[in-house]
T-cell receptor, first 114, second 112 residues
């Protein structure tokens, strides 16, 4: 069966520091991968998605970037964090190359910027 | 861009009551999905709907894909305290990217 792992679960970082959040998927190949941000009590905002290695699409202009160095690895990064980058970050995957595939989410990373 | 209007925004009900929530859109979707999110965790898929008019159940949960393909509802029967959480609808357009459009969520609280 397929599983998705995100780490770390919780992160506290000072303003201006770099960021690297990692997400890996097991049990499937060539998945579509997604990064979302969720503000407290709010809906999910899609940040990036990827349909293949090295293919990244950005949904909103922001202080973050994403990379997919391997088929089942998706990384969210920043060179200098802002206070507004605080939030709950979720990684998700779906079956690649086909439509109508549900997304499945990791357990998220709670990021607090001080 | 596309938006989903999910209502109600929040509900506070008594244990044992039935619950209904819905999502509407100006766009036509190929797929409707319903998720539940517990505090501090990622959303978990409850029900996936793939055909207009489709009615699908998962235990005490029932969801329907609207005939117009622009709406969907989720019903929970005989609510219990563990039903507490945030419920999200999501619509998916025909695309190999798998991108979803999410509703803003319905927060459900159940009083024992």
């Amino acid at each position: 069966s397929q599983t998705i792992h995100q780490w770390p679960a919780t992160l506290v970082q000072p303003v201006g520091s770099p960021l690297s959040l990692e997400c890996t998927v097991e049990g499937t190949s060539n998945p579509n991968l997604y990064w979302y941000r969720q503000a407290a009590g709010r809906g999910l905002q899609l940040l990036f998605y990827s349909v293949g290695i090295g293919q990244i699409s950005s949904e909103v202009p922001q202080n973050l970037s994403a990379s997919r160095p391997q088929d089942r690895q998706f990384i969210l990064s920043s060179k200098k964090l802002l206070l507004s980058d605080s939030g709950f970050y979720l990684c998700a995957w779906s079956g690649g190359g086909r439509s109508n595939q549900p997304q499945h989410f990791g357990d998220g990373t709670r990021l607090s910027i001080l | 861009g596309q938006q989903l209007n999910q209502s109600p925004q929040s509900m506070f009900i008594q244990e044992g009551e039935d619950v209904s929530m819905n999502c509407t859109s100006s766009s036509i979707f190929n797929t409707w999905l319903w998720y539940k999110q517990d505090p501090g965790e990622g959303p978990v898929l409850l029900i996936a709907l793939y055909k207009a008019g489709e009615l699908t159940s998962n235990g005490r949960l029932t969801a329907q894909f609207g005939i117009t393909r622009k709406d969907s509802f989720l019903n929970i029967s005989a609510s219990i305290p563990s039903d507490v959480g945030i419920y999200f609808c999501a619509g998916q357009l025909a695309s190999n990217t798998g991108k979803l459009i999410f509703g803003q969520g319905t927060t459900l609280q159940v009083k024992p």
